[in-house]
């Protein structure tokens, strides 16, 4: 489970995040819809350790990524917007070596590699270089050095940016599998409608750092007093909420 409390983060006099609050169950999908700059990344980066948070907490599995970091990481698989990748490296090669820093047996990393690199279609590009991929190819390696090891909890930055329609539905089907089958608790930031529609059984809608809802798609048109689209809820919602600002 990841439980994130009361969390700030600011950058001097600019608040990126301000007092979020939300749980993710294990074997559940919550998406984290919003616009550019509304601090979906940030959120994100603070839950995987990579920020550290100017006020409030994140546990994952019941390890605080501050105060147990190594222990907390070790439920987690993480995969950023725009990922690191060693680029002399081969594909294969990098991924026997993400495999092996989880310590997954030999046997493992070779069946869990071959499997993965077949369903993302790149067992032919397996042993070329990094530095020769395309962006799509690069961000299908980031997928599947983020899952490797199974994790607890997995986060999961515009996970289908730059992927072709079939690898993005292959992509979002392996997302699926990992909640429903390995019982991971994954949480995804997206600005695509459709993606949040499709796979998430929750959807948080962040706004200039607050989570102004946070439900099914159902308790979303609940709230927006609507029973419309995801996109036209979203909008009702953040104009709402703009409202009420200017109102206070």
């Known amino acids: 489970m990841l439980k994130v409390s009361n969390l700030h983060k600011s950058y001097g006099s600019i608040v990126a995040v301000d007092g979020i609050d939300f749980e993710i169950k294990s074997g559940e999908i919550l998406g984290f819809l919003g616009p550019n700059g509304a601090g979906k990344t ?8 990579m920020l550290i948070p100017t006020q409030g907490s994140v546990t994952l599995c ?4 501050i105060k147990e970091p190594t222990e907390a990481k070790r439920q987690l698989g993480y995969v950023p917007d725009d990922p690191f990748l060693y680029e002399k490296l081969t594909g294969r090669q990098f991924l026997e070596f993400v495999g092996e820093v989880y310590n997954l047996s030999p ?34 390696i980031a997928l599947i050095a983020g899952i490797i090891h199974n994790p607890n909890i997995l986060l999961l930055d515009e996970p289908t940016l730059g992927l072709d329609a079939v690898s ?4 979002k089907d392996i997302i699926k599998h990992m909640a429903y089958k390995e019982n991971t608790a994954v949480l995804l930031t997206t600005h695509i409608m ?8 929750r959807i948080a ?4 750092g607050k989570l102004v809802a946070i439900g099914t798609l159902e308790e979303l048109q609940q709230k927006a007093k609507t029973k419309a689209t995801l996109e036209e809820v979203f909008v009702n919602i953040t104009q709402q909420e703009a409202g009420k600002k200017v109102g206070e």
């Open 42 to 49: 940030t959120t994100i980066k603070v839950c995987s350790g």
């Open 62 to 65: 019941d390890y605080d990524i």
């Open 107 to 140: 046997k493992q990393r070779q069946q869990r590699i071959e499997k993965m690199l077949l369903d993302f279609e790149l067992e032919e590009k397996a042993d070329e270089l990094i530095e020769t991929y395309s962006r799509g190819m690069r961000r299908k």
């Open 168 to 171: 993005a539905k292959k992509a």
């Open 194 to 201: 459709e993606i949040a529609e499709q796979i998430c059984d």
């Open 205 to 208: 809608v962040i706004s200039k």
